[in-house]
């Protein structure tokens, strides 16, 4: 999967009730935000920081078209 289709997926927080802090690109504010990760599911755009989430996603142009 591409960084530019990973940074473009919508947030998807799983389906599990563990609540681990974990960073998401939002791309209609154009800037990675944190969210509580249930522990399964979910999808690709989540991050283990925000600067994680910031070298994908904003480090790479394509990433932030909509």
Not at 17 to 45: D, H, I, M, P, S
Request: positive net charge; hydrophobic residues 35%; aromatic residues 16%.
């Amino acid at each position: 999967m591409s960084p530019s289709y990973v940074c473009l997926l919508p947030l998807d927080a799983g389906m599990c009730k563990t609540y681990q802090v974990r960073w998401y690109f939002n791309k209609y504010r154009q800037r990675c935000e944190l969210f509580f990760f249930g522990g399964c599911g979910g999808n690709a755009n989540r991050f283990d920081s925000m600067h994680d989430c910031k070298q994908i996603c904003l480090g790479n142009s394509a990433a932030i078209s909509i």
